[in-house]
């Protein structure tokens, strides 16, 4: 074998018009060192993860070569900020390097996040620094290992050079695979030009690589809005159902694929509290977890009013359709949402009081001050039959009876049902998580690796929470809420 770093790019966004972008490699940096590779993503993008991590490969995921075969670029885009409109935002410190089949035959994106500077950074500095590199790394790899719709983390290295922060920070570049990086913005880029040529063309090119079944259909239009809602609708629902919190739903941050894109200050809760907002740049409370779904809403009517030149020859009408198509969302997050509910409460069928009852859950763990992931995961050793080994579950809150009295409905409940408990307890296992990205614990890992170089500790929380699923009775300490002092109670973008 070679030690080549060869990458059989196929790249279908550069042939757009070049109004989508700025062709531009990535600037050098002073000193690429390899904080963490990737083996299993590498392999599954047919990439070798030998030759990735060789004096080579650091070269290119640091962007001092560009490799055989790649069309460097900056795309470019709008937003809305925190609500307010940015006509023109882009990739400031981004460059895609071109797209890669991987062995599902899924196309994807290798990009590399902390270029250097470009047409679109504006005042910034097109550099990413360290810990918001770890931090990305960590938590969308772990969301992918949950089973959420996500960009993934290929490599991270540093750049041996500093980069101005809230403190001097040393300067890192994540390599991100993504089934594509076109956002809501994109569309509303162009829609607020008028520019319904490119909009056309940027939409024609989002069926084709993404939503191939809308050409089948009449309009194919219309049945792209549908679907990108569909998804965004399940996205932010399995974000409620994890504890999950984004942090920035930007609209230029909302993928049109439907993953989870650009993870600045997001966190996952602990204890459950619907308001909680750990984004230090999050002042009102605008994407608290609470309000995820509606600016899920909010984002998509973004998306539907940029799209409505598209959507048909009369204006009404198409005004109309992009209504309807929005109008659908509320039904498909709840649909999406109580369907999850359901599993993790292991209730099998539908029941009219199903949603009353998680509900009621949650408000008694909110009430009590309960671990959202403790909890959850404790009721998946509890007997349907009796509350004899509620002990763990009911310690979680601070007034156990608030447990117990929600118990009894539950178990009422679970009597109805024709499974076991045993086969009951196992599906609640597969998708009610042992291990999250806490915290304090990436905080930790983060630390760790900023003050000392040391990567081991992120080495052994990626390693963990590959399998989120499992108990690993040696890595209890993981599935632990943070101690007093160990409370993080905000998070930093860290541009
Ligand atoms: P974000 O909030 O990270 O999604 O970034 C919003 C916009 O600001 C995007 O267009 C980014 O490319 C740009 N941006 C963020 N940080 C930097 C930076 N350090 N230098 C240049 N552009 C940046
Ligand atoms: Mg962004």
């Known amino acids: 074998m070679t030690n080549t770093a060869s990458f ?44 990735l991590g060789s004096a080579e490969g650091l070269q290119v995921l640091a962007g001092n070569q560009v490799p055989g075969g790649a069309h460097p670029l900056a795309m470019v885009y709008a937003g809305h900020q925190f609500g307010g409109w940015s006509p023109q935002l882009g990739d400031g410190r981004a460059i895609l390097l071109g797209e890669l089949t991987d062995q599902d035959g899924v ?20 550099r990413a620094a360290l810990g918001p590199v770890l931090r990305e790394y960590i938590v969308s790899e772990a969301m992918a290992a949950l089973g959420v719709p996500t960009t993934r983390a290929l490599a991270a290295v540093t750049t041996g050079e500093t980069v101005m922060r ?42 084709k690589r993404h939503y191939k079944e809308a050409t089948e259909t009449e309009n194919p239009y219309r049945a792209l809005l549908d679907n990108v809602i569909q998804r965004q609708a399940e996205l932010i629902a399995s974000w409620q159902l994890i504890g999950f919190i984004h942090g920035v739903m930007n609209t230029d941050n909302m993928s049109i694929a439907g993953e989870t894109i650009d993870y600045g200050p997001c966190a996952f809760m602990d204890f459950y509290q619907a308001e909680t907002v750990y984004s230090s740049i999050d002042h009102g409370g605008r994407y608290a977890y609470c309000n995820q779904p509606q600016i899920g809403h909010w984002n998509l009517s973004c998306l539907a009013q940029s799209l409505i030149p598209l959507l048909g020859d009369d204006e009404d009408a198409a005004i109309e359709a992009a209504k309807d198509a929005l ?55 509890l007997s349907g039959a009796s509350a004899e080994a509620d002990a763990p579950v009911r310690a979680l809150f601070d007034n156990p009876s608030a447990f117990d009295e929600w118990a009894i409905q539950w178990r009422r409940r679970l009597a109805d049902q024709p499974s076991s408990d045993g086969e009951r307890q196992a599906a609640m296992r597969a998708i009610n998580p042992a291990v999250i990205p806490r915290n304090h614990l990436v905080e930790e890992a983060i630390t760790t690796a900023e003050e000392n170089g040391d990567y081991t500790v992120m080495e052994d929380l990626v390693s963990v929470l590959s399998a989120p699923f499992e108990d690993q009775p040696k890595n209890s300490r993981y599935t632990l809420p943070p101690r007093n002092d160990q409370i993080v109670r905000a998070t930093f973008c860290g541009t």
């Open 8 to 51: 059989a790019f196929d790249n279908s966004y550069a042939q757009l018009p070049d109004r989508f972008f700025v062709a531009m490699p990535p600037t050098p940096v002073a000193g690429p060192s390899l904080a963490k590779l990737n083996h299993g993503l590498a392999r599954h993008l047919g990439l070798d993860p030998q030759a």
């Open 107 to 126: 196309r994807r994106d290798m990009l590399l996040k902390g270029a250097g500077r470009t047409p679109f950074s504006r005042g910034g500095d097109g």
């Open 166 to 207: 809230e403190a001097p920070s040393p300067g890192a570049i994540l390599t991100r695979i993504a089934q594509s990086h076109v956002r809501i913005g994109t569309f509303e880029f162009f829609a607020a030009r008028g520019d319904v040529e490119a909009l056309g063309l940027l939409a024609d090119y989002v069926i």
């Open 327 to 381: 109008g659908l969302y509320p039904d498909l997050f709840d649909a999406s949402y109580l369907a999850g509910l359901r599993s993790k409460l292991g209730l099998g069928g539908k029941r009219d009081g199903d949603l009353a009852l998680g509900q009621d859950l949650l408000r008694r763990m909110e009430e009590n001050q309960a671990d959202f992931t403790l909890t959850f995961r404790g009721l998946c050793s």
